[in-house]
Structure formats: C-alpha cells, structure tokens
C-alpha cells in the first residue's frame, strides 16, 4: 500500500466513471429520448435525468456513515473509503443491471452479435472492477472483500439477463432503460467529482492522479470504441 498507489487508483476510477457517463450513457440516453420527443425536448429531459441521478448519488452518499478527514490530524485521507467503495458499488451495478438486459435480448435476436457484445462489454468491466475493488480493498484491508464486491457489482448484468428472460415485456419500456441509463450517469458522475478525485488530486499526489485519471479516461474509451 502507498499513498501514491491509492491515489493513481482513485483517479483511475473517477476516469473509468466519467468516460462511460459522458461518451456511452448521457450520449445513448439522449438520442433516445430525442427520437422521441424531438432535439430540444429529449436533450432536457436528457439533462434532467442526469441530475437525478447526481441528487440521488448525493443523498445515499449523506445516509451512509463516514468520518471527517481533519487536515491538521496527520491521517491518510482515506478513511471515508469504504463509504466511496459501497457508492462505487452501487453505481457500477445499476450500470451492469441494463448491460445485462441488452445483452440477452442481443442474444436472443442473434447468437453472433449477442457474443460480440457480450465480449466487449466484458473487456471493459475489467477497469469498472478495478474502480470498485480498490476503494473496498484499501478501506477494509481486505483483498478479498474488495474482490467480493466487484463481484457484487458484476452479479448485476447476470440479474438483468434474468429479469429480462423472464418479465421484461411486462415490466420494461425502451423509455425505462432510457431513464435508468441516464440516471446510472449521474451517479457515477457524483461518485467520481464528490468522492474519487477530491482525494485523487490531492496536493502531495497530484501529478499520479492526473495521470490514473487520464489511464481511465482512455481506457474506457477504448472499450467502448469496441462495442457494436
């Protein structure tokens, strides 16, 4: 452990986070909701949605307990980790819940295509693991509590292939997963501008995480370059 590794891991998540709201989510949301109600409309209701999602990020983030980081202490700045990592958590698996949705009905429609997508979107869990390990990890002491909830958050695409083999005509909309997409963007963007790079862009680490930020940023894109 080091301070400069927490802190380059940090601002690898923020940028993992920020990456996939801005250029895969709030995009795709958008688009949707403008074919539906038109550029103007769909671009508000797009923006709307976002920060419903940043309040609600913002509410959970004050229901769970944490301690305040005193300057003058001498402690890390990294007491409050485990309250990123159960944040990161949760946003990271209402991501995968409509990923895991989108891939089965892929799938069923065609096996080839489901795959591909299914290929891609497993490429880029990998840094979103990482965003959601490390913090747990860190806070708990514990590798394997930090890969368990990874796994957690990772568990939630497989329950969405289930929730969409079995009730996703009855209870599913295209506008439904339009609105959760856009609302997961916002929580990542509160998980990654309130929690990940305040103590990522520290002063006695800066440079690090300037440069985890930008590794996640870029790796991010790469993956979703690679979607279908």
């Known amino acids: 452990k080091s301070e400069k590794l927490i802190t380059i891991s940090l601002g690898f998540a923020a940028g993992v986070m920020l990456s996939v709201s801005f250029t895969d989510l709030f995009p795709n949301a ?6 539906w109600g038109g550029s103007k409309v769909g671009a508000l209701m797009a923006v709307v949605a976002l920060a419903g999602g940043i309040a609600l990020a913002g509410g959970i983030d004050r229901l769970v307990p944490h301690d305040e980081y005193d300057p003058t202490s001498g402690e890390a700045p990294h007491k409050n980790l485990f309250r990123v990592g159960f944040v990161s958590t949760l946003a990271i698996g209402l ?18 295509l489901g795959l591909t997508i299914a290929l891609a979107i497993a490429l880029h ?9 490390v913090p747990f990890a860190y806070a708990t002491n ?17 329950a969405g292939a289930l929730v969409a083999l079995f009730l996703f005509r009855s209870l599913f909309t295209p506008g439904f997963l339009t609105g959760t997409m856009v609302l997961v963007a916002g929580i990542m963007v509160w998980v990654a501008l309130a929690q990940l790079l ?7 680490h800066r440079l690090p995480g300037i440069l985890g930020a930008a590794a996640g940023c870029l790796l991010m894109l790469l993956g979703i370059a690679a979607l279908p």
């Open 30 to 35: 958008r688009d949707s909701l403008t074919a």
């Open 95 to 112: 991501h995968n819940f409509p990923e895991g949705i989108a891939t089965f009905m892929a799938g069923y429609e065609d096996i080839t």
């Open 125 to 133: 869990n990998i840094p979103e693991g990482l965003a959601v390990a």
């Open 142 to 158: 514990s590798r394997a509590k930090g890969a368990l909830a990874a796994l957690v958050s990772g568990l939630a695409e497989p």
């Open 198 to 204: 305040p103590t990522a862009f520290a002063p006695a």
